[in-house]
């Protein structure tokens, strides 16, 4: 299906690198469906252009926060992630921007349409996973689609010819006319694509869309991610693995307890840009205002303050893999020098063997690092520093941001 | 419109994939096989009881008398009885000969209960037990007159009472029992499989989904109606013959309740308890008027349907206050049988009849006036429309209402 192209690099949406057996999406033949309001205009939107807005959107259950005050914009053209810890108001913010929920506050607009107000307008342009995409198991893969494509106002020999495009842009096509409890996950993921394709929609909403997927299926995924957003699609995306997150996603907006504290382009996330690695005190993070319009493309990114403090990154540290023998020794030493370090996950089975460390230091203080292992009498076989994944970031942020408000009691991401 | 009609497409292809239609269907057999059963029964009984059967083994117990005489004072009574019950029977076998005259018969029996009307004094006729009876039966008489009707004689098993009579307890249960497995999991089930999320993404106004929902439930409910009260009827025919299509049945019988003195009723036993004042029913006929049986069983399988419309649109709403399809479903059947119970026990509470509309499930019942016997009441067709059509509208609105609002944050 989609995996001849590369190894996962994402090309910049900017750039959009599209080979030629990508996802076309074909202009839509017939008048524009004025009915139901639903504007079906064949081209792709120029990259850029405002496709999802939040404005001040809140969310109260009983006496709880939570979604607060949220403002976000998803332009056309771009993946946009959505990270946040267990109950920060993930899932409730996606719920309220697919209509399945409605904001206390503040509006949601797609296109200009507010969901709420004008939801068959708003959703005639979104596709949409939420967690797992729970399709009607009894039904075969095919009959789900034309359910779904039947309330996509799909008719007649336009539908069909649809769904055999979805269903070959997913790589379904043996198994389409099974029942989808014979399905594997990963197929039922893909059955969960393809119905969020149906309607071509100009934003897609993924809520985890990546749950069950092998690797092989998660690159696939997000090469077909990067294709559609390459065409000009808006693709916000909702993860918990924060790598999928960094390999897929251009923007990314980090919410805590209903918050969003952080916002800022990934590519800057990593190199260190967006939080100010090498210098002291960091950069004074402003928000992205609704009327900011100006920053997706500017590289500027902006962390919430929380009560505008140091964020606790004003000296990034990065991991530093260490190959050692005898580690035990190697992590003697280094605590004895007040450096962060802990064996790998995996461990070393023996002790004696040479084993992998990771210590947690500033890029400068490695070589002293290295002196101090050797002078230990410890063999140092191999040095790795590795990149500041978005993973930490978001474990620093959202630690530094704690603001003593508990962790969503309601068990939702 | 359109889009109601799209929902309406796509909920008829989930229903007929869903177990739950299997489940239904079993119900229904079950529903029509017991049915069968009775109608076997029936037919057992009436091979036993008709005039020549009878008859027949009258005689062989005289001529087993006779081969025995004893000198027991009770010898000679008994074979004069047995020879009275005989000749009885002759005479009954002759009558319901095809040949014999029944018009002159009724004729007479009409001539009869005009004598009988007479006797009663103008001024006790409002309340006269006996005038009243007495007109019911004559305007019968004279509709079978007219209609060329011959009466079925009483042992004669007609498939369209044994319909009507297993009707009146299977719409309280086992029709109830299979619209519940139709409909309580329309919403609840895609609540508990989650798949409502992906529905109601859709470009479609939840209460477009909601009525075209709606909508399939009642036409299946309907359907399935329709084929079970069809099947019975037709297994009827097939066990007892097409007998009694065109005898007549009361429908539209009020009735008066008063004290057992002023319905000229001796009722006070040798003790001289008198009955207590509306205890006794007397029937009015200013209202009522006979159908042949088929118009009857034709009409009550109509508002057999009408009544499961209500009943699907209970559990509808169920289906949409609940989350899971366990408790929608299980909620509907409880409603069932405490309906049922409620009726068996509670009915003499007027405002049970009132107030609880599975009183009024056997609408054909509350025409016929058997639920106002019952009820002590007047409980006319009218009042179980209105009845169970109060409960739907409220039904329906709250279900509307609920969930055009509901957020779906759990599913």
């Known amino acids: 299906m989609m995996s001849e192209s590369g190894q996962g690099q994402m090309p910049p949406a900017e750039a959009p690198t599209v080979d030629a057996v990508t996802v076309q999406v074909p202009p839509i033949e017939g008048p524009v469906r004025a009915e139901r309001g639903v504007a079906r205009v064949g081209q792709a939107l120029a990259p850029g252009t405002p496709v999802l807005t939040l404005e001040h959107v809140s969310k109260r259950i009983g006496s709880r926060w939570i979604v607060e005050d949220v403002h976000m914009t998803v332009r056309a053209g771009e993946v946009y992630g959505f990270l946040g810890p267990n109950g920060a108001g993930k899932t409730t913010t996606i719920r309220m921007i697919v209509g399945l929920a409605r904001p206390s506050r503040g509006v949601i607009r797609v296109l200009g349409h507010d969901v709420h107000r004008d939801r068959s307008a708003a959703l005639g342009h979104v596709g949409t996973i939420v967690e797992n995409p729970e399709t009607y198991r009894y039904l075969t893969g095919r009959e789900n689609l034309i359910h779904y494509a039947r309330l996509a106002g799909l008719r007649g020999a336009e539908r069909q010819r649809r769904i055999a495009e979805v269903v070959d842009i997913v790589g379904l096509g043996a198994r389409i006319d099974d029942k989808v409890k014979r399905y594997s996950l990963g197929m039922r993921q893909r059955l969960g694509v393809a119905q969020a394709l149906l309607a071509r929609p100009k934003l897609l909403v993924l809520d985890e869309p990546t749950n069950g997927l092998d690797p092989a299926g998660m690159r696939e995924f997000r090469e077909l991610i990067r294709r559609l957003a390459a065409e000009g699609m808006a693709v916000f995306v909702s993860s918990h693995l924060l790598s999928e997150i960094e390999q897929m996603c251009d923007r990314v907006a980090i919410l805590k307890s209903g918050r969003v504290i952080a916002e800022a382009k990934v590519a800057d996330m990593l190199s260190g840009r967006a939080f100010g690695q090498a210098g002291g005190g960091g950069t004074a993070f402003g928000h992205v205002g609704a009327g900011d319009d100006g920053a997706a493309g500017s590289g500027a990114a902006h962390q919430k303050g929380e009560g505008a403090g140091p964020t606790g990154l004003s000296r990034a540290r990065v991991r530093v893999r260490l190959h050692v023998a005898p580690p035990v020794e190697a992590l003697r030493a280094l605590r004895e020098a007040g450096v962060e370090a802990v064996p790998e996950a995996h461990g070393p089975a023996d002790w004696g063997e040479p084993g992998v460390l990771i210590a947690s230091a500033a890029p400068d203080e490695v070589p002293g690092l290295v002196r101090r ?18 993973e930490d970031l978001f474990l620093q942020l959202t630690a530094a941001a704690a603001d003593g408000r508990g962790e969503g009691a309601d068990g939702r991401a | 419109m359109r889009e109601i009609g799209t929902v309406v ?61 004893s000198g027991d004072p009770q010898y000679r009574s008994t074979v004069a009885n047995l020879r009275a019950e005989i000749a009885a029977l002759k005479n009954e076998v002759k009558s319901e000969a095809p040949g014999a005259p029944w018009r002159d018969r009724l004729r007479q029996q009409a001539e009869a209960l005009r004598q009988q009307m007479r006797l009663v004094p103008p001024a006790e006729r409002a309340t006269s037990l006996q005038y009243h009876e007495s007109q019911g039966q004559l305007m019968q008489t004279q509709w079978e007159l007219d209609h060329n009707v011959r009466p079925l004689p009483g042992w004669v098993p007609s498939p369209y009472r044994e319909v009507t009579e297993y009707l009146s307890f299977a719409v309280r249960l086992f029709l109830p029992l299979m619209v519940v497995i139709l409909v309580a999991d329309m919403v609840a089930g895609e609540a508990t499989d989650g798949t409502i999320k992906l529905l109601l993404v859709r470009p479609v106004a939840r209460w477009k989904v909601l ?13 399935a109606t329709v084929v079970v009260v069809g099947a019975l009827w037709a297994a009827g025919i097939a066990v007892l013959g097409n007998t009694g299509a065109w005898q007549p049945v009361w429908v539209g019988v009020h009735y008066a309740w008063v004290s057992g003195a002023a319905a000229g009723v001796n009722t006070g036993g040798p003790g001289g308890l008198a009955p207590a004042a509306g205890s006794v029913a007397v029937p009015l006929y200013a209202h009522a008027h006979l159908l042949p049986a088929w118009q009857y069983v034709l009409a009550s399988g109509g508002l057999a349907v009408l009544a499961m419309l209500a009943v699907a649109t209970v559990a509808f709403f169920c289906s949409t206050l609940f989350r899971s399809a366990m408790a929608s479903t299980g909620v509907s059947l409880g409603l069932t049988i405490v309906g049922l119970v409620v009726y068996e026990l509670g009915i003499r509470e007027h405002w049970v009849v009132w107030l609880w509309f599975p009183v009024h499930l056997a609408l054909f019942d509350n025409w016929n006036g058997s639920v106002s016997l019952q009820a002590q009441m007047n409980v006319p067709l009218g009042f179980g429309v209105a009845e169970l059509a109060a409960w739907s509208a409220v039904a329906l609105a709250v279900s509307l209402w609920h969930f055009s609002r509901r957020d779906v944050l759990n599913a």
């Open chain 1, 373 to 390: 292992l050797v002078a230990a009498g410890v063999d140092v076989h191999a040095v790795q520093p590795e990149q500041d994944t978005l």
């Open chain 2, 9 to 69: 497409l796509n909920e008829w292809m989930k229903l007929l994939r869903r177990r739950r239609l299997w489940v239904a269907g079993v119900i229904a057999l079950l529903t029509v096989g017991l049915f069968t059963l009775v109608a076997i029964q029936a037919k057992h009984n009436a091979d036993s009881q008709r005039p020549e059967a009878q008859l027949a083994s009258a005689q062989r117990a005289l001529a087993t008398l006779r081969a025995h005489p």
């Open chain 2, 211 to 223: 009525i075209g929902k709606w909508i399939t439930s009642l036409w299946a409910s309907a359907l």
